[in-house]
């Protein structure tokens, strides 16, 4: 006979906000428009847990998501369906009335060199998330953060057009409907767009010179660059109800410490 | 002549919520009720950026640090007075209608063995933000995370009272007004004391057992230590105003996965 | 014209002895004994550098790899070969007497639930390098870390049977020639029945009840974990020749910081 | 009455190479020259472990450290002193051949912003080792690991000028006897001087065109920059017996990726 100690009455009834698993690895085969993804995301899954409920049954938060993953051969058409399923999964297994994952993954992605028009594999991190709220339908969260670089136009203007440059990341992240949520690939091309430059796994020489002209070209600080990710953002995902929000992070080369912008649009597509 | 790059309008017209550097290295000394402490702070200083002007004058957010900082031989009474001065001298160099200045680091303690009564060291994270809005009194958010363990009630009372036992992680972080924050240690003594047992960086045989022992008296779930943050926080500073959060990590010695409990609770005292 | 820099004279006649790119993402295929793995490895490709030329083309190391791996729907047969061919294909391209390939990556494999017989995914850490020294048959190098655990012996011999549990990480690192070098699974099975036990993705209870008295009945300090290591590879890869490299690392859960094992063996197998 | 578990004999006959603690705090002063240095080491102290005892005595490793560093309150003379303390206080409580003590920490150092002349604080990374062998004197092992830059001297050969610029780490490690080891910041400087231009933690924007000029007028590879860190290296501690390595790592502007040059020289100072 089992004794189900997450059924007892905790100590202190306290609500708690998120109770669950986080750190677990999986496997999932995504397919859009042709393109197949194999994808490693960190898995975390967590459910409200009200005062006089002790604990959650952790083994079944992992098996919603064993369940719809078994089948390591199954092509799913999107993450964002695969988090969908697994909540819902979950709903028939426990009771919650906010149940929310995530996933966080490295997201592969060809590219083509500027002059050469060779062809890359370029890679970002991206986070995302769904939440099933009680009465509410499906939200999701959507990140992507992409290499680019920054030329500083305060130190051109100053200087006889010599300037410092340095690598930089750009975030986009954006919370909508299913409906609303664009796909990586369209985020992606909102960062790179916002940056002096692209950035590239392979340039050769006239690759190089070509970029490095385009950057001096594009003198842009990192509130530049922050800026234009949410106005390009705001543009190509004007048809939707998105909430977004940008981060440009500057690793400078005259100092050891970085330079940060953050800021937040928000779009009402009709 | 000096051209102001920063004063010049944005090509778009954006208001960024945050502004600054991140991943600076300082050094501060403090001393409290006759302790001192030697502090290497990772610190991020931002401000916001109105929609009209096109950046922020970075020299100056560091200037305002080492200005403050630059006696390395200055003790000061506590980090969020230093942080209270940098926002106040920043606000002299530059306009802004809200700044926040933020501290990450390590923070050493000392602590007893439980029997052979040995002195050891201890360290935790701390991290420490302070806010200065325009027409608001300063707001102060200080998060500690502590490492101590959980043992499984659940499966001690479905096996024979054997159960597994791992490293956990517990935090509490605190909002509120600078008479409200409390002190480091007392938040430290909160979170040790919601754990299956304190952990120590020496045990001889008779602490080992000792503890080992008091482990197996107190199983614990992760949801349960993050209650015991909460309630212990709620009751020790009953007599302060304060929003605060915790959260428990578990490393669960049977999975390669962690589980983790959130909550919150708010004190209202008078 | 092009101006070669890298075929300048230095101006300190210092031989390098790697000179390369790191932190390079890509994509590969690989299926073996009929299972497919797809694996985003983070490159490290480097080489020597003689005393009297400036500089590496380092777009030719990126090239030696983007034109092996440019056919994303290419399935290798393992990574060792994946290897071999980008190595080779950079001697035709850049002189050098030592070059050396690495991949850092994650590597899923499936498992099953003790006694509910659930299948499971788990995953663990792998790093993989070849090297090609002038005149030498290809050398390998393969670590594999794996998440399981430790039981503490002498608190439990010391303390009526109770004890204190925690996570541990496994290491097993060959280094052999390319007929020696076994596959990952072999390596991840040795270092998986060195612990006090297992761990998995999914334990329902009764899976959870029979690990837990496995590890009590199998208690083991982070030495004993190391030399089981080491005894269970120069057993199952007697038939080799390698030299073997182990590390056993306990998350001591009444500690703050963590316990180390580590020794090396090597096989003649004949 | 105890049982000594470290003291039966292993299942396994296998000589370990080093078994202790890792990852433990603690807090050091130090005092050379007239500059204090509050350092808060993370600590690694391993012995070896001989193929017939099962275990090593964990908590005397711990104490022969809190034992040297109990008073916080003692200034040491330097780290090696510290190290060469602990060995030897270590070598009275457990049998071994060969013990190593290792601290990793942050630096910090004070530096003069090139025009504007205001003083700054800078902060770098250090590792610090002590070995004892039985029957040799003691070695050392010191690597610094300072923040700078690289500019590309070969895009600006063949691109009228233009270039990337990035930041870049330099590392030195050194090795030899007590006597031989230079102090941290000698070989901060040998490093930072082997850059295009040192970093500093604020420029007000006379300094920032002053570095910007003098980053122009010394394009380096990263080739260049482990070459410089090597021959400064050579002719700073010529009188000295060392064993010198030397790793540049490019944190490319243009790529994702980072690019590296690695190296060795030795003095024999007579």
Not at 229 to 240: G, K, N, P, S, T
Request: aromatic share 6%; proline share 3%; charged share 30%.
């Amino acid at each position: 006979m089992v004794i189900d100690t997450q059924n007892e009455r905790p100590k202190h009834r306290i609500q708690l906000s998120k109770v669950g698993v986080k750190n677990l690895k999986t496997f999932i085969v995504t397919e859009r428009s042709g393109v197949r993804h194999h994808i490693l995301p960190e898995v975390e899954i967590t459910i409200d847990l009200p005062a006089d409920l002790k604990g959650v049954h952790m083994s079944r938060l992992v098996e919603s998501m064993t369940e719809e993953l078994s089948d390591q051969f199954r092509v799913h058409s999107s993450l964002e369906e695969v988090q969908i399923k697994v909540l819902d999964g979950l709903s028939e297994k426990h009771d919650f009335k906010r149940g929310e994952i995530k996933f966080d993954f490295e997201f592969g992605y060809t590219s083509k060199t500027p002059v050469s028009k060779k062809r890359t594999w370029e890679v970002c991190d991206v986070s995302a998330s769904t939440i099933k709220e009680e009465g509410r339908p499906f939200i999701h969260e959507v990140e992507v953060r992409v290499i680019g670089n920054t030329v500083c136009p305060h130190c051109m203007a100053n200087n006889e057009g010599l300037t410092h440059i340095q690598r930089a990341i750009g975030s986009l992240r954006v919370k909508g409907g299913t409906m609303d949520i664009p796909n990586y690939g369209a985020m992606i091309e909102v960062v790179e767009s916002s940056f002096s430059s692209k950035t590239y796994s392979l340039l050769k020489l006239e690759d190089e010179v070509h970029v490095t002209k385009a950057m001096h070209d594009n003198p842009l600080l990192v509130e530049d660059v922050c800026r234009n990710i949410l106005q390009h953002a705001r543009e190509r995902f004007a048809d939707r109800n998105l909430e977004m929000f940008a981060e440009a992070r500057s690793l400078e080369s005259i100092h050891k410490h970085d330079v940060i912008a953050q800021g937040r649009v928000v779009t009402n597509g009709e």
